[in-house]
């Protein structure tokens, strides 16, 4: 029987405490910044799946870049606790984008 690959999640301590009774693997991060320092072992084989926070994303994209040929682990933005968002919803624009050689609008522009 093959090993099963974790779930990590990265980010704030309040972003990221409901996801420990889930069984994710948590790792709190003071500073976004902090995440480079944990980055090699999130991608070193044993995570399937890394979710970090907006501020971390941020902190760290050239990193998730360097990894994003690598079959595992997929990584996936979310909101950090407090905010909106933003960071995901533009990410995905910009693979519609180049899927579809054009951007598409949310229709909040049109007035």
Same mark, same amino acid.
């Given at each position: ?9 990265? +980010?704030?301590?309040?972003?990221? !405490?409901?996801?420990?009774?889930? +069984? ?9 910044? @902090? ?25 760290? @994209? @050239?990193?998730?870049? @360097? ?6 682990? !997929? ?5 950090? !606790? ?9 990410? /995905? ?5 180049? !899927? /579809? ?11």
């Amino acid at each position: 029987m093959s090993e099963r690959l974790m779930i990590a999640v990265v +980010g704030d301590a309040t972003s990221v !405490a409901g996801f420990r009774p889930l +069984g994710f693997a948590v790792e709190v991060v003071e500073r976004p910044e @902090d995440a480079r320092e944990r980055w090699p072992e999130l991608v070193s084989g044993r995570y399937g799946s890394v979710f970090v926070t907006e501020p971390v994303y941020e902190a760290i @994209d @050239d990193l998730v870049a @360097d990894s994003a040929d690598k079959p595992v682990p !997929a990584v996936t933005v979310i909101p950090a !606790a407090g905010t909106s968002g933003g960071v995901g919803a533009r990410k /995905l624009n910009r693979a519609i984008e180049r !899927a /579809l050689g054009t951007s598409m609008s949310s229709g909040e522009e049109e007035g």
